[in-house]
């Protein structure tokens, strides 16, 4: 590496933030020089849909932890603190919780009610800003290309860089460029976000539990989540494998559902619907993440199975980083420092899948929550909350009598 290292970080949601953010500090520790370039197009100060990033804005246990551990405390931006998970089975309804969990919403960029709402991506993006090593480019990058470095087009001009971090999220059109390198974009499954006036609520439906509502009977849609935000709701619908973009006529069936459910009112008005988009998650690890002087980070790298991804982002981010200031940024050198961690992270992928797939066959099995055992309700909350990697969940579970009691108890 020569004296001082340009970086380009694309994206500055949580994992190019906190990527700027550890890589600024590590640096500092082992007196390295790294000149940080955030490349952002979005304005999270700004209210409006093309300002968001598109995720229902949970914030578990563990995140909120490792939050405070490195001194970024997210109270301006809490919604709402969560009790627990409520779950649907048929007419059954069970409260996971465990006693106080430090379980939040928020709203990732301003949200659409409240102008004074604060956003959980400009706190991070803020705490990145405060390094003096760290500047942004409020500007969407629309090409990269290799050639001894890296060259970035942004806004009509070129930049040069040494080292580029990828941290677009998986939505992002520049991923495709990157196959040239031999990268390969995860597999991903629609979902659609609803931001719903707090009105459409029952009024017995309490406002501080995420309702969990796995779907039956719909072509496109698996699960239908509730998540309780200070002065609105976000529901949030995930897709089935292979299925299309969930429309609004789907969403508006869950809706209705909800609301023959006793969740939502009688008197449902589709005015009740603030805004809506269509993000695609991603359900499986990226191929070839690492080039010379090139890591994908986050969510275009590796995630977590349906939950949890923002935790992820941190600790991709973080690991990334002592990999880039430890060994260096030739690909031999990333590989080195962060394929192991990789590995770990991608696999628990498919444990992930596989209790995803133990958790639907609960859907014909709502007889579970009458009496359930506590290795039972322990390992759904533990599946809810991502207090566990899936790795560890599968191994509490392999006993024969829990596999008999969620496939034909
Ligand atoms: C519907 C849905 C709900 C979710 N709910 C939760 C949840 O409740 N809790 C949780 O922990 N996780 C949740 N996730 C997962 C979580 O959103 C992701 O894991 C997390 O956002 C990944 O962070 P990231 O920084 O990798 O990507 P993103 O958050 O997608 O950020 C990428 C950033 O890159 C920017 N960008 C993209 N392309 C360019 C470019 N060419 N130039 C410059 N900037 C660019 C974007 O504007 C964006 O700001 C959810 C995901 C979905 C789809």
């Given amino acids: 590496m020569g004296s001082i290292v ?146 970035l087009s942004c806004g009509g001009k070129e930049y040069r860089h040494d080292l580029v971090i990828v941290a677009t999220g998986v939505n992002s059109p520049i991923l495709k460029q990157l196959e040239r390198t031999g990268y390969k974009r995860p597999d991903t499954l629609w979902t659609r976000l609803v931001e719903l006036k707090e009105d459409v609520l029952h009024p017995d439906t309490r406002r501080d539990e995420i309702h969990v509502l796995p779907v039956q009977n719909m072509k496109d849609v698996d699960y239908a989540i509730l998540i309780p935000k200070k002065r609105h709701l976000t529901l949030n619908l995930v897709g089935k494998k292979g299925a299309l973009q969930i429309g609004m006529s789907d969403v508006w069936k869950v809706m209705v559902m909800m609301s023959e459910r006793g969740l939502f009112r009688h008197d449902l008005k589709k005015d009740s619907i603030l805004c809506s988009c269509s993000p695609m998650t991603s359900v499986s690890a990226a191929k070839n993440p690492i080039s010379d002087g090139l890591i994908m980070l986050g969510d275009a790298g590796v995630s977590r199975y349906l939950k949890n991804g923002l935790l992820i982002a941190l600790l991709s981010a973080r690991q990334a980083s002592r990999t880039i200031v430890d060994y260096g940024i030739s690909k031999k050198e990333l590989k080195r420092g962060y394929l192991r961690f990789y590995r770990r992270l991608a696999s628990d992928m498919s444990y992930g899948r596989f209790l995803f797939w133990c958790f639907e066959k609960m859907k014909n099995r709502p007889a579970i929550l009458k009496k359930p055992k506590k290795e039972i309700l322990d390992m759904l909350w533990d599946l809810h909350t991502g207090n566990l990697s899936y790795k560890e969940i599968f191994f509490s579970m392999i006993r024969p009598k829990i596999f008999w009691k969620i496939f034909f108890g």
């Fill in 6 to 151: 340009r970086v380009a970080i694309i994206g500055a949601g949580p994992a190019g933030s906190l990527a700027a953010i550890f890589l600024s500090d590590y640096a500092k520790r082992k007196r390295k020089t790294f000149e940080i370039t955030l490349y952002e197009g979005k304005d999270f100060k700004k209210k409006g849909q093309c300002n968001c990033n598109l995720c229902a804005g949970v914030i578990s246990n563990n995140l909120h932890q490792e939050l405070n551990d490195i001194g970024i405390d997210m109270t301006k931006t809490i919604q709402c603190k969560v009790a627990g998970y409520r779950l649907y089975l048929g007419c059954e309804s069970i409260l996971l919780s465990k006693n106080d969990p430090n379980i939040f919403t928020v709203n990732r960029a301003k949200g659409p009610v409240d102008a004074s709402a604060h956003s959980f991506d400009q706190l991070l993006l803020d705490e990145a800003l405060r390094r003096k090593d760290v500047s942004l480019k409020r500007r969407y990058v629309s090409s990269l290309h290799h050639d001894q470095g890296w060259s």
